[in-house]
């Protein structure tokens, strides 16, 4: 089985830094699209950054220039490095994974392709 995990949150006064980190374990045959999403009290989930197989980037319009995304395909994870944080970014951060895993039934070979969440890491920002 798949799961994520994340770390790296906390709290921190506005203008500060983190970095958030995501590590997945299990039995993967390869991870395509990896991201951050976010929902702060009361607030739809939404999508923070996005990093696909290809090594392209997404990022949300009120976090470019200040957030930076990266993964490590060596270790199947995924950062999120976030600078001059604002009380705004205030929410939980949660990773996403699409993955594709490979599934052999009465000697024939399948390739599934689904996606999963970690549970989420708290980043408060205030004075």
């Known amino acids: 089985q798949v799961q994520l995990v994340e770390s790296g949150g906390g709290l921190v006064r506005p203008g500060g830094s983190l970095r958030l980190s995501c590590a997945s374990s299990g039995s993967i045959f390869s991870i395509n699209d990896m991201g951050w999403y976010r929902q702060a009290p009361g607030k739809e989930r939404e999508l923070v950054a996005l990093t696909t197989s290809g090594g392209s980037t997404k990022y949300s319009d009120s976090v470019k220039g200040r957030f930076t995304i990266s993964r490590d395909n060596t270790k199947n994870s995924v950062y999120l490095q976030m600078n001059s944080l604002k009380p705004e970014d205030t929410a939980v951060y949660y990773c996403?994974?699409?993955?594709?895993?490979?599934?052999?039934?009465?000697?024939?070979?399948?390739?599934?392709?689904?996606?999963?969440w970690g549970q989420g890491t708290l980043v408060t920002v205030s004075s």
């Open positions: 996403n994974a699409v993955y594709t895993i490979v599934v052999v039934e009465a000697g024939r070979t399948n390739f599934d392709t689904t996606d999963a």
